[in-house]
């Protein structure tokens, strides 16, 4: 395996660890709006908050993280997409700042404002939609040299078939993958209500999910067809990941062991992210960015990996301690323990 | 000034920058005093201290929200704004820029570990623990942080032929001659501000007529932290000048107006500047530029006559500098004749006087650190990578760059004003005095 191939996957597995912990996240945010809308919000409130405190700040790191990591190992990227995502970069770096700070504002000072929690729940769809447009774009045909500079081809983008698949793609996985993990969280808690609502959630959003991502496929055909024929020899991957789907809903459904049901439902994800991700490649953006063509020097890259090498080993171990107490710690997790 | 796209892309920097320091600089330096103060409280077995860390870790906790942010905008923005120079000096120095990362990674999880484990362990000294890698993931980011900045005011590392960079040492980039004082200035500074804003609010809460015995532990105790480290950053400070000195001689000279290189040179304190550069109304302290920039009052000392025209930083920053320069010094004096009145039993060191001195000195530690940025920054332009890249050249080709500064402007006024309420309430609605009662019971 070639440095560039070892540099891009790290970094798609730190997007990985993105989507899911910031899925959960954004979802939980939206239920949490939503239980207030609806008056449900004592059922699934405690077992939101709880889970979210300890974590948030280290879901904003792993995508702070990506993006570090591919403009030191792909400097070019930075260009290309730099002067193109100005504008949607920005929103997004918006959302996230609002979303982030009404969070701690919410809940580690004034409590129960209606309109913080609007707005923690409101982000939590934009800013799935709006990170997805990046890699709506990666996809090619939305980004043009003109004149030696980059322009983003906006009215493209928003009369794209294919960008709105993507766009609903995101909302209902979100919903999906948090409604999921809240399941899973409420079983531990032993927290009844709450569990039978989030179980709910979790198969209301389940078959979108799937009809989401087919949607994906058909216009990608449309949009990049050499990209959509490489998918098919990956194809492996999503029936893999299709497989894992049916048993996550078929434990969720049945009330059987929520724990396994969501590692299922990280498994349909993980396959299906990395078989996107794999048949994508070499591209990072299509026709103008490859991993080779954009790939530092070789001394930064090998330095990047050695440091990669030695922050893993002081992560890895970190966070299996924050998941022991928090996660997998049955008093905490129930709301026994003091702070 | 023309208003193109380089413009506000430097206008947008500065804004999210000047922003993001002030919080960055609390959450470097915020970890260190609640580390130490859980330290006393737990070896002295004294309440009050144990109850100030977790007071103070209380607010931290909106503060540093509120950087993360920040530093999640300031970070894109620098893709988004300077693509080109992205693109070159990534090359170069991607591997702090990585490790900074890292030092959040392992300062975020395990700052939401301590939030949470207050009353978890049998043995106290188990939660102190945890505070340590907060503190060392915090000054780790900074220091990696800085020798970014460090970079941009003395490139190394690498060779550049005809725009191709070749032959890079990630290491010896990372390790330039602006290192060592940019780090320990800025980790310096950063505790220093830290100290003292906790000191201010400690302060106003006396003169509102608190009178516990709590606050005049903590008055003291981060009066003395204040003490050492602003000693440790002016002295450092001392180091900085005689690095611009040697290695970045005319940030120095507009910084001091000093036009003529010569020997035993004055340093000018405040003062105007007429049109063809005469210094007028200004204190001149003589020999002093020469001490500060070699240590020795006959040294020669190199001034803007031997720098080409288009390369002479803006003159405006010599007022920057003096302030700074000033707020150091008044900080200092504060906290050494606090702790001196301390120490002597026949002195109130809690008078009114003193009080407002301490409680004036909070904001004035954060102008120091914006006015310092901005001498530093300013101070090295035409160059965005000095005598490498200009700024003009490595700022986005894109339209919009004025409409996204409006944006952030709005955003950030609606962060720092939200961000004051919640922390007054925050403490409003659970004073101390509470606290200090189940402590009692
Ligand atoms: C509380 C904040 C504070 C205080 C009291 C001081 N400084 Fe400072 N100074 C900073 C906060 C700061 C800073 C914000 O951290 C800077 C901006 C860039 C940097 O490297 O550090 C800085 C930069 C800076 C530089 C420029 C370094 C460069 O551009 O590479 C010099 C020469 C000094 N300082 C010197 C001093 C001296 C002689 C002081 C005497 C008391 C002093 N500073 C007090
Ligand atoms: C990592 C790389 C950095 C880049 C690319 C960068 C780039 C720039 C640029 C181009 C400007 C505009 C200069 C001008 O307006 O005259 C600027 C200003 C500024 N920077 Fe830096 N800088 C970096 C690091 C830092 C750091 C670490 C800090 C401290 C937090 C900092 C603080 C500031 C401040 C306060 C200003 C405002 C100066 C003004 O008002 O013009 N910078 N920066
Ligand atoms: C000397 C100047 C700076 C210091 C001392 C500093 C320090 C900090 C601190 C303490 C935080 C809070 C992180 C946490 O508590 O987890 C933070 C956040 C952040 N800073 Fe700065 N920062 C500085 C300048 C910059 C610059 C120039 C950049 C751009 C590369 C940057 C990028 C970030 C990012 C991306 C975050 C968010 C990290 C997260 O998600 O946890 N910082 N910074």
């Known amino acids: 395996m070639d440095v560039q191939l070892i540099g891009i996957t790290v970094l798609w597995v730190f997007l990985y660890g993105y989507l899911v912990t910031a899925s959960i996240d954004f979802g939980a945010g939206f239920f949490a709006y939503y239980g207030k809308l609806t008056k449900k919000e004592h059922i699934t409130s405690k077992i939101i908050s709880r889970y979210l405190s300890p974590v948030w700040e280290v879901t904003n790191v792993f995508f702070v993280f990506f993006f570090v990591g591919l403009v030191g190992f792909f400097p070019d990227t930075a260009y290309y997409y730099g002067t193109a995502l100005l504008v949607p970069g920005s929103i997004a770096i918006i959302l996230l700042a609002i979303r982030g700070s009404f969070y701690a504002f919410a809940n580690y000072g004034a409590r129960k404002s209606h309109f913080y929690s609007f707005l923690y729940g409101v982000t939590g769809l934009l800013i799935p939609a709006s990170l997805s447009t990046a890699l709506t774009i990666s996809e090619g045909g939305f980004i043009e040299e003109q004149g030696g500079e980059i322009v983003l081809l906006t009215q493209n983008l928003f009369t794209s078939f294919y960008s709105w698949s993507v766009v609903f793609l995101a909302l209902v996985s979100v919903l999906f993958i948090s409604a999921s993990f809240l399941t899973f969280y409420a079983s531990r808690a032993e927290d009844q209500p709450a569990l039978e609502l989030l179980r709910k959630y979790a198969l209301f959003w389940s078959f979108p999910t799937i009809a989401a991502s087919l949607l994906v496929f058909i216009s990608l055909q449309q949009h990049n067809p050499e990209h959509f024929y490489k998918t098919l020899d990956y194809a492996w991957m999503f029936i893999g990941s299709l497989f894992c789907f049916l048993i996550a809903i078929y434990l969720i459904f049945y009330g059987k062991r929520y724990g396994v049901a969501f590692i299922f439902v990280m498994l349909q994800f993980f396959f299906a992210f990395f078989g996107y991700g794999a048949s994508h490649l070499p591209w990072i953006l299509y026709d103008h960015v490859t991993i080779y063509s954009a790939y530092t020097n070789e001394t930064m890259g090998i330095a990047l990996i050695v440091a990669f090498m030695a922050g893993l080993s002081l992560l890895i171990p970190s966070l299996v301690l924050l998941m022991r107490l928090f996660l997998f710690d049955a008093e905490y997790v129930k709301g026994e323990r003091k702070e | 000034m023309e208003l193109d796209s380089a413009m506000l892309s430097r206008l947008l920097t500065s804004l999210t920058l000047g922003f993001h320091i002030i919080f960055a600089t609390l959450g470097v330096g915020i970890p260190l005093m609640v580390s130490i103060a859980e330290w006393i409280g737990i070896k002295r077995n004294d309440p009050h201290y144990l109850l100030l860390a977790r007071r103070w870790t209380r607010g931290f906790v909106v503060t540093v929200a509120i950087g993360v942010v920040t530093g999640t905008a300031i970070g894109l923005q620098l893709s988004l704004l300077w693509p080109g120079f992205m693109q070159l000096a990534g090359q170069v120095i991607g591997l702090p820029l990585f490790m900074e990362t890292f030092a959040f990674f392992f300062e975020a999880i395990f700052l939401g570990i301590y939030l949470y484990t207050w009353d978890r362990f049998k043995k106290p000294i188990y939660h102190w623990i945890l505070s340590i890698p907060v503190v060392i993931g915090s000054s780790a980011s900074a220091f990696f942080i800085s020798t970014v900045n460090a970079f941009m005011n003395a490139p190394q590392g690498f060779t550049l032929k005809e725009g191709v960079i070749t032959d890079i040492q990630p290491l010896a980039a990372m390790f330039n001659p602006a290192t060592p004082t940019k780090a320990s200035h800025v980790l310096s500074s950063a505790y220093l501000t830290s100290a003292f804003v906790l000191a201010a609010i400690t302060a106003f809460s006396i003169l509102k007529g608190k009178d516990s015995i ?228």
Not at chain 2, 234 to 253: H, M, R, T
């Open chain 2, 214 to 441: 709590y606050y005049k532990k903590a008055l003291r105790f981060t009066m003395v932290a204040s003490f050492v480290f602003a000693v440790s950053t002016a002295v450092i400070g001392d180091f900085s000048g005689k690095f611009l000195a040697e290695y970045q001689p005319e940030k120095l000279a507009a910084a001091e107006w000093h036009f003529e290189t010569s020997e035993g040179a004055d340093l000018i304190l405040g003062g105007t500047l007429s049109e063809n550069n005469e210094v007028k109304y200004g204190l001149r302290l003589p020999n002093f530029l020469s001490i500060l920039a070699h240590g020795n009052p006959a040294a020669e000392v190199m001034g803007l006559d031997q720098v080409p025209e288009d390369e002479i930083p803006p003159l405006f920053i010599h007022y920057l500098f003096d302030l700074m320069v000033g707020i150091g010094m008044f900080l200092a004096g504060i906290s050494f004749l606090y702790v001196l009145m301390a120490r002597f039993k026949n002195f109130n060191e809690n008078n009114n006087m003193i009080l407002r001195l301490i409680v004036i000195g909070g904001p004035l530690s954060v102008f120091a650190i914006e006015f310092g940025w901005i001498f530093s920054e300013v101070g090295r332009q035409p160059w965005i990578l000095w005598d490498i890249m200009r700024t003009g050249h490595a700022a986005t080709t894109a339209d919009n760059v004025g409409l996204m500064f409006i944006l952030f402007t709005l955003l950030y006024l609606l962060l720092g004003t939200i961000c004051i309420v919640v922390l007054k309430k925050m403490f409003k609605n659970n004073p101390a005095e509470n606290e200090l009662e189940q402590l009692s019971e």
